[in-house]
């Protein structure tokens, strides 16, 4: 067993369909996302070719099953293929993972008309979707959302505003969660499909980011958009529960994308310290590189498995939060801290932009951030725990 391996796990557990999405996975990454993501991330370039790509491949919609245009897999396999794709860049695994929620939403509790106009296109990548929950009060808080849809004979009215939100300046249509019932806190709400042409929507100027800069993120605005009754996703009142039973399956993604940096920062660290000589020899072979290289691999090794732990629980339908909350907290940490060392042992060089660990780096600190913050983690793992 080779560390430079990222599949180099002791009796993985891993089935035959599994290997075969990671080896697919890994070969795309290597061809065609690595060679660009120096470029795709000095000009935020929105790489729709990829995307292309992906969905001839069936890298849209893993876990959606196979008659509504999905792959048919497991969260498992969900998993691997967001570790090889962020291990070639984490920006395009992005739009993987908002693909995957986006699609789950829409494959559980869409109409045959909703699934035929936003989910058959989204798979395709004819559409582009938004998923839009954050708001300038309502990021951790979800409950606190302000946007409205109010009742319009048999329509909606929807009002408001939703901030740093993913593909909004590049998106065909949002997933909007909104307040139908405002005397109803979090029964209160609803999730609607809406059409970026619609009169009344509009999306602000693209954010520049410290990192996966290629992944699009702006403000929506709602101005009293006239919404007819078929763009309500599921039930009127149980949007919130909707959004919340899908951010098990989306916290596993963010893991496993952590897991993909940490990786490829380990795997630049290894040729580093192979090639890099000083004082007459490697600096390989110095023990303080070595200790943080260990550490970089034991860090890699166990968010992996904890990531693979965790999609499998909700595989098995089991209660997965406690340990996708888990498997995010620690990856992203991980993920943060020893790209941080994979800066120290490129030394300079590693400080420069356009240098691969320097990127990964900036990648890597928003995972401690999106799909709920890591302290907010740290309350969901200590009150499961303690209740």
């Known amino acids: ?156 009215r929807l009002t408001g505003s939703k901030l740093w939100i993913h593909n909004a300046p590049v998106a065909d249509f949002a997933v909007v969660l909104a307040r139908t019932d405002p005397d109803q806190g979090r029964r209160g709400m609803g999730i609607f499909l809406v059409d970026a042409h619609a009169a009344g929507f509009s999306a602000g100027q693209a954010e520049h980011k410290m990192g996966q800069r290629a992944s699009k993120v702006g403000a929506l605005h709602f101005d009293n958009i006239a919404l007819g009754p078929e763009a309500l996703l ?7 529960h909707m959004m919340m039973g899908v951010l098990d399956k989306g916290r596993v993604g963010i893991a496993a994308l952590a897991v993909g940096i940490l990786q490829a920062a380990l795997e630049a660290s290894i040729a580093q310290a ?28 166990a968010a992996r498995l904890m990531t693979h732990a965790a999609a499998r629980r909700i595989d098995g339908g089991a209660r ?29 060089m590693g400080y420069i932009r356009g240098i691969e660990v320097e990127r990964l780096y900036r990648d890597a600190k928003i995972t401690q951030i999106y799909e709920g913050t890591n302290q907010i983690q740290r309350m969901i793992i200590a009150r499961t725990l303690l209740e």
């Not at 660009?36 to 370039?45: G, M, Q, S, W």
């Not at 406690?322 to 060392?341: I, P, Q, R």
């Open 1 to 156: 067993m080779t560390i430079e391996d990222p599949s180099a796990e002791p009796a993985d557990g891993l089935a035959e369909r599994h290997h075969i999405m990671r080896e697919m996975a890994r070969h795309f990454a290597d061809r065609e996302i690595r060679p660009i993501a120096a470029e795709l991330d000095e000009t935020e370039r929105f790489p729709e070719e990829l995307y292309a790509r992906m969905a001839e491949l069936g890298m849209f919609g893993i876990t959606v099953p196979e008659a509504l245009g999905g792959t048919g897999g497991d969260c498992l396999a969900y998993a691997v293929l967001m570790e090889e794709l962020s291990r070639g860049y984490a920006s395009v695994a992005d739009q993987c993972g908002l693909v995957e929620l986006v699609a789950t939403l829409l494959a559980q509790h869409g109409t045959a008309d909703q699934q035929a106009r936003y989910l058959g296109p989204l798979l395709r990548a004819e559409r582009r979707c938004a998923y839009a929950i954050t708001e300038a009060e309502a990021g951790s808080d979800v409950s606190g959302i302000r946007t409205t849809a109010v009742p319009d004979g048999s329509g909606w």
């Open 234 to 240: 599921g039930e009127r009142g149980r949007g919130f």
């Open 274 to 301: 192979k090639d890099r000589r000083q004082f007459g020899r490697p600096i390989a072979q110095f023990q303080a590189v070595q200790w943080m290289i260990a550490d970089m691999a034991k860090s890699a090794h």
């Open 320 to 348: 997965a939060t406690l340990d996708c909350s888990m498997a995010k907290c620690f990856a992203s940490d991980a993920a943060v801290e020893h790209t941080a060392n994979a800066v120290q042992v490129h030394g300079g």
